[in-house]
């Protein structure tokens, strides 16, 4: 049972994180404050045989329909995640979903305000160079604002001449398996509160963002990944990093580009949501994912 004595209250207000839980909780409606949005999401797994490279058909003989067949399995569940958080934060909302192969004839198309881009399963070695080629060529010219999630974050990363590595820093290519990976929730430290996206963060009083992040500029988010971008691109700076994976999160201000990519998963914000009995602030897990999700948004209208 809680002890909720002034004294007991008093001294859990006064430990230090991460042992200073409040002897309550918030409830806590999610309110669509954005009015409208047009955006794009891309889907960066495989499809069919087209998008693949010829190093995939070599080494993915016989498995080859199997893998495509899981990659179009978990893309559709990536994207109807990321589609969930534009309908759950805008009140009109209007998204178009192409894949990664199509994205520039989709962008002047649709004209969206902005680009949200899936993560990926594949090593990039196995996609189709064309494609990327074409999504490099795209990615260095859009003035469009750009969200990149998990492996396009490391897309993004190797557009701009970034190094992808494992998590215990060798080649993909040289282990493909029994990687180290981060899945879980965890704790990354932002390294540049000043950044617009983490509005709020700075004003004890605003009500929008967790204790440990206005006391210790602490996140808590959702990871899933074996590779990692070494260092930081040209261009970019960086917003979040950890002890395992240092460039958990970047952003490119320049040349009238808007490109957030983060290594981790701030998509699953309402799936997890979704799940909970309650609407508690306390179970909640991805809630720092979603208020990012959401600054973004309000970000890239400005931009526009």
Known sequence: MLDSTPSAILQSET???????RPFCRYEPIEKRIVHAKVLIVNNLLRYEDDISDLARAEWNGTKEAKLRFERKISAMACDNIAKNVLRLVQNPKTLTVHLSEVGEAAKQFKPDAIVMSGTLSDFDYYNPAHLEKFERFIKETKIPVL?????????AMSFGGKLTTLDHLEPSAKRTERVVEYQYRFIKITDRTDPIFEGAADVESGIWQDYTLEDDILRVWQNHGLQVEGIPDGFKLLATSYLCKNQMMVRHSGGQMIYSVQFHLEKSFEDWSKNPTRWEHPNESRDGRILFENFLKLALRHN
């Open 15 to 21: 430990l230090p994180f991460p042992f200073n839980n």
């Open 148 to 156: 990149a999630i998990c492996g396009a974050h490391q897309l993004v």
